[in-house]
């Protein structure tokens, strides 16, 4: 990779390290606080655990999007499509009355399923956009650093 290409970085390739950055911030802060996995809310220690694993996947992904890493591509793509499943179990499995005991707070039920389908959508369409635009990822080192 060349000053040339540094010079030439697409838009959308800008955007989506932005994108990125933001999603590793809101993992981040949400360090302390329950964490729902696969179907089971988790809170303490394991809640902790599962943020900071999260957090650093997605300060790779930064990172590979930053350096225009081949493998990042790929990367996305799976951790995408995984969030998008993790999402949908958790709406099937774990109950309105479960989340308003974790959290202390009455829930709407409607407004839940309409902000997680919604949000589900949005990473799908970014990952149709990704997966288009393999072209912006034009280092092939295995190794970040």
Known sequence: MTDDDEERR??????????????????????????????KIYVGTPAKVLVFADSLVCLYLFLGLAKRQLMTWYLLICYNLFEIVNTIVNLNVISTAELERVIGERI???????????????????????????NFFTNRKVYLF
């Not at 911030?25 to 179907?39: D, E, I, N």
């Not at 839940?112 to 635009?133: D, E």
């Open 10 to 39: 697409p838009l959308g390739l800008v955007l989506l390290t932005a994108l990125y950055l933001f999603f590793f911030l809101v993992t981040a802060s949400t360090y302390g606080h329950p964490f729902p996995f696969m179907g």
């Open 108 to 134: 709407d039920h409607d407004a839940l399923l309409i902000n997680n389908i919604a949000s589900a959508l949005a990473i799908l369409l970014l990952t149709q956009y990704i997966y288009r635009h393999r």
